[in-house]
């Protein structure tokens, strides 16, 4: 059976969890077991748990709840312990760190930043700057049998794709990082060339929503960018 | 210029779309403990895959040259083809027969899942186009994937 685990929080969080289901179907009841100065949020663990939106969205739910009352801790979606005593072993053993964690992001949230660009655009703007890849574009589009000229023009707008990719990245991270107190980059997608987030002091979140549109107002339409938060600190623990 | 702001104030609010968006973060970051079973979930790791191993290949090139070729260099942003589009063609009628492995179609219903009420669709298809290029066996996966859904619609 186990014991699926959401948070850790400091043991005198108020852990007001009154009417929000757990993971599972039926819902599993959500409680909290104390271990030393700690105390994790809990509840049976389904016999089957899969990445269902349900569970995901609940799992999640549960977080931002109690993110509104103090600092947590977040796991990772799926975790489950054997029983209850190995949760408070785990709580015990490892108070120290987990107490200095809760420290670094009492106050905290975190803002997820995802940007993309138009590809036409982008593309544009490479054929505009580059001799070679105009040149080479010139010749593929007269003659459909260049398949070397094709592969060469491939590659050299590939490249570039990459590097003005990771120059704007490295851009956008910088306007805004000065808001943050702590930044991570997650892996870029094929689509979002820059995929980061951004642990923020809540009393300066609103100030780093307005940097975050700034920088958009000044990219311009060909930009994308999507700002999710504030959000319990996933990628800070 | 497009802005997009999630703001959550009344709790577990957010929709399905933002969930989606938000959707790594929680199944790929968070605390482990390591003494904890992790729940075996099907296509997680696939949201991990380098997209650079995918950029740099022949059939990569030849899709920005087309995508070159067929731009209008003059064109504001009303441009016919978008790369997407064309990347799409290409890989299902890629010439090494590529086809979506039983995983990648796990994950296709998966996103889609995440998506209803929502008419975004362009980041599943970069994860299964990734997943397709490094999946050397996929069988079946028409039929996997349509029972995957089919439990995701009843969850």
């Known amino acids: ?237 | 210029m497009t802005v997009m702001q999630q703001s959550n104030s009344g709790g577990g609010r957010g929709g399905s779309g933002s969930l989606y968006d938000v959707l790594e973060l929680i199944l790929d970051r968070g605390l482990v403990i390591d003494v904890f079973a992790r729940v075996s979930l099907v296509g997680i790791e696939i949201l991990k895959v380098d997209v650079r191993i995918v950029v740099a290949s022949v059939d990569t090139y030849l899709r920005f040259a087309e995508a070159c070729n067929r731009l209008d260099l003059e064109a504001g942003d009303k441009a016919p083809s978008g790369l997407t589009d064309l990347v799409g063609d290409a890989t299902e009628s890629g010439a090494k027969g590529k086809s979506k492995g039983a995983l990648t179609g796990a994950v296709e219903a998966f996103s889609e899942s995440f998506q209803k009420g929502s008419d975004r669709d362009a980041e599943p298809e970069e994860e299964r186009r990734t997943k397709s290029s490094s999946s050397s066996s996929s069988r079946s996966s028409g039929t996997r994937r349509t029972t995957r859904r089919k439990e995701e619609e009843e969850s």
């Not at chain 1, 043991?11 to 909290?32: F, I, K, M, N, Y």
């Not at chain 1, 600092?71 to 072993?89: H, K, W």
């Not at chain 1, 930043?113 to 007269?142: A, F, H, Y």
């Open chain 1, 1 to 237: 059976m186990g014991v699926y685990v959401y948070a850790v929080t400091a043991a005198d969080h108020p852990a007001r969890l009154d009417g929000l289901p757990g993971v599972g179907d039926p819902a599993g009841e959500l409680r909290t077991l104390s271990g030393g100065s700690l105390t994790a949020v809990v509840s049976e663990a389904p016999d089957e748990l899969r990445a269902k939106r349900r569970d995901l969205a609940a799992h999640h739910a549960v977080l931002e709840r109690l993110m509104q009352d103090g600092a947590v801790l977040p796991m990772r979606f799926g975790l489950v312990a054997e029983d209850e005593p190995s949760v408070v072993a785990a709580l015990e053993q490892n108070a120290e760190g987990y107490t200095e964690r809760l420290q670094q992001v009492a106050g905290c949230v975190e803002y997820n930043l995802k940007v993309s660009r138009d590809e036409d655009g982008l593309l544009r703007q490479i054929v505009r700057e580059s001799d070679d890849v105009r040149r080479l574009n010139e010749r593929t589009r007269q003659d459909p049998g260049a398949h070397d000229d094709r592969v060469a023009l491939g590659e050299l707008v590939s490249q570039e794709v990459e590097r003005h990719k990771e120059t704007d990245a490295a851009a956008v991270v910088e306007r805004v990082v000065p808001l943050a107190v702590q930044h991570s980059g997650n892996a870029p997608t094929e689509k979002d060339f820059l995929n980061a987030s951004f642990l923020v002091e809540r009393a300066r979140a609103e100030d780093f929503a307005e940097a975050v549109r700034a920088e958009a107002e000044r990219r311009g339409e060909e930009y994308d960018l999507r700002l999710h938060g504030p959000l319990p600190p996933y990628s800070f623990v």
